[in-house]
């Protein structure tokens, strides 16, 4: 239990389906992230949400939306997606954008398109 | 764009010392951490730099060069739950952590 905890772990979804991961933080950390994680590339940095305000949105396409609706929640919600997308998602928090220990990670969701 | 370099894998054996090397080409600099991330799991913080030097906590030391843009994290005693990928991470600005693809260290008995 890392503190961070993602729902599902897996998820395989069709292309025309609509799912939602969950991000959920009870550490007391003021700013959540959404990366993506696949196989043999660097993490690529979605979402940054600081005391639920957006502030950055890394031209990630619409088909991703994030969702926070209070700090120790945050939502990806899934539509109409491709198989590129098949990767690893990953959840983080830290206690304040550009604190120097870093995030704290959730265990991701495997998604998987098809 | 950044650009955060380290070798995709490393094998070693139990007991060793490895060093992974970091190099890495960004438009600021704020800070260089690294991670260790066991297959299927979470991404757990290991280090910070952000001044020049070593800084050692237990097995596991980190060091920073910025003039030379280069971070090594070196496992002294390697063990077998030590076998997972390392991600170096470069703060470029106040907060948005630049990742490099990871390391791969396979120890082996």
């Known amino acids: 239990e890392t503190g961070v905890t993602q729902t599902p772990r897996h998820l395989v979804m069709g292309m025309t389906n609509k799912k939602s991961l969950k991000c959920e933080q009870h550490?007391?950390?003021?700013?959540m992230y959404w990366y993506k994680q696949s196989a043999k590339k660097p993490l690529e940095l979605m979402f940054v949400?600081?005391?639920?305000?957006?502030?950055e949105n890394n031209s990630v396409p619409s088909r991703f939306s994030p969702e926070c609706p209070n700090s120790s929640h945050l939502f990806l919600h899934l539509h109409t997606l491709q198989p590129e997308d098949s990767a690893l998602y990953l959840c983080?928090?830290?206690?304040?954008?550009?604190?120097?220990?870093?995030?704290?990670f959730g265990s991701g969701t495997r998604l998987t398109v098809v | 764009g950044q650009n955060i370099d380290q070798p995709t894998e490393m094998t070693a054996t139990e007991g060793a010392i490895v060093q992974i090397n970091c190099t890495y080409q960004?438009?600021?600099?704020?800070?260089l951490f690294w991670y260790q991330q066991h297959a299927g799991e979470a991404p757990t913080f290991l280090s910070y730099?952000?001044?020049?030097g070593l800084e050692e906590k237990g097995r596991f030391s980190s060091f920073l060069s910025r003039s030379k843009g280069y971070s090594y994290l070196l496992l002294k005693e390697l063990q077998m739950k030590d076998s997972a990928s390392y991600l170096c991470a470069v703060r470029d600005g106040d907060y948005k952590l630049s990742f490099g693809a990871g390391t791969t260290v396979t120890v082996r008995a």
């Open positions: 730099n952000v001044l020049d």
């Open positions: 960004t438009s600021g600099f704020n800070g």
């Open positions: 949400y600081s005391l639920e305000e957006r502030v």
């Open positions: 550490l007391g950390h003021n700013a």
């Open positions: 983080a928090s830290s206690q304040d954008l550009g604190e120097n220990y870093g995030y704290t």
